[in-house]
């Protein structure tokens, strides 16, 4: 089971309410969405589009919780971002919690490197460029 609920997941990504991730975070998603307001644009799609059956587990680092899921992302955001053929992702997310609901911190959004063990059966890896 998910630490962070879904609802209030995509409640703060409708209101803009996203961070994402450092250096290596960019560093890895820079070849395929290569502007900083795209990355957060996509960021908050990929987020939008989670579901309870693409939860991995939750990882506990440096005492923060953090909730994996492995998301196969649709064809209209791939064509929104110019990315067809990337089409799984594995997504790392936190969340700093307040009366508001909260701000999510996407720390992790980029290829898997093996097929995604998810709550709702495993997804193989689909990235190849298409375009």
């Not at 990355?39 to 059956?53: I, K, N, Q």
Request: glycine share 8%; proline share 3%.
């Amino acid at each position: 089971m998910a630490r962070f609920e879904l609802a209030v997941v995509h409640a703060a990504a409708r209101s803009g309410r996203v961070r994402v991730g450092g250096a290596r975070f960019k560093a890895r998603l820079l070849p395929y969405v290569p502007e900083y307001l795209k990355m957060l644009a996509f960021a908050e799609s990929v987020l939008l589009e989670l579901r309870e059956h693409d939860f991995m587990k939750t990882h506990v680092y440096e005492g923060v919780e953090y909730d994996a899921y492995g998301v196969a992302i649709s064809r209209d955001l791939q064509q929104r971002f110019g990315i067809e053929g990337l089409e799984t992702w594995y997504l790392k997310l936190t969340m700093d919690e307040d009366e508001d609901g909260g701000e999510v911190l996407v720390a992790s959004l980029h290829e898997p490197e093996e097929a995604l063990r998810r709550s709702g059966g495993t997804l193989p890896v689909r990235f190849r460029r298409t375009t």
